[in-house]
């Protein structure tokens, strides 16, 4: 028997995470996306990363900023995307995010970053459905920019999965 009643509920979860507000919007390829402002601590200029052995091909390494090591997510691998080279534009968000009940700095990986927007309510739609066989789970919501759409991210949930955090 199927319940419909959930899949409804968690489609109301997740539309209820999409909220107004801040968020530092930056590009992967053609895409563009979005993080709450509140979940990003600073955006560094790319820098010698340290591998790390045996760990997930998303997993570029560790830096040391100012202390404390970091772990560095490429966000393109982590998406299935092709690496890119480096470029002047290439920097590290980091960002902090629950993992297992703790608050742990991550850095990601992104093509550039283009600025912050105030995003309001009437602006954001919720995430498409593309049936059972895809998650969607990462993605708080689409906003609508003008002509454009940035996909806003759940940015806990895009690191959820990544074995060498926990």
């Known amino acids: 028997m199927v319940d419909h009643g959930s899949s409804a509920t968690s489609l109301e979860n997740r539309n209820a995470r999409a909220k107004a507000g801040l968020y530092l919007t930056f590009a992967l390829g053609q895409e563009e996306f979005g993080l709450e402002i509140l979940k990003v601590k600073e955006i560094i200029g790319y820098q010698d990363i340290t591998s790390v052995p045996q760990t997930p091909i998303e997993v570029k390494g560790v830096i040391n900023l100012r202390g404390q090591v970091i772990p560095i997510i490429n966000l393109r691998v982590r998406f299935g995307m092709d690496e890119k080279e480096v470029t002047e534009q290439t920097c590290i968000i980091v960002v902090e995010v629950e993992l297992d009940g703790n608050n742990t700095?991550?850095?990601i990986i992104v093509d550039n970053v283009s600025e912050?927007?105030?995003?309001?309510?009437a602006q954001i739609e919720p995430s498409p459905?593309?049936?059972?066989?895809?998650?969607?789970?990462?993605?708080?919501?689409?906003?609508?920019?003008?002509?454009?759409?940035?996909?806003?991210?759940?940015?806990?949930?895009?690191?959820?999965?990544?074995?060498?955090l926990r």
Do not use: R, S, W, Y
Request: hydrophobic share 45%; no cysteine; proline share 0%.
């Open 129 to 164: 459905e593309f049936g059972n066989q895809v998650n969607t789970d990462f993605i708080l919501g689409m906003g609508k920019i003008g002509e454009n759409v940035k996909i806003l991210l759940d940015i806990d949930q895009v690191l959820a999965g990544t074995q060498f």
């Open 116 to 121: 912050v927007l105030d995003i309001q309510e």
């Open 105 to 107: 700095q991550v850095g």
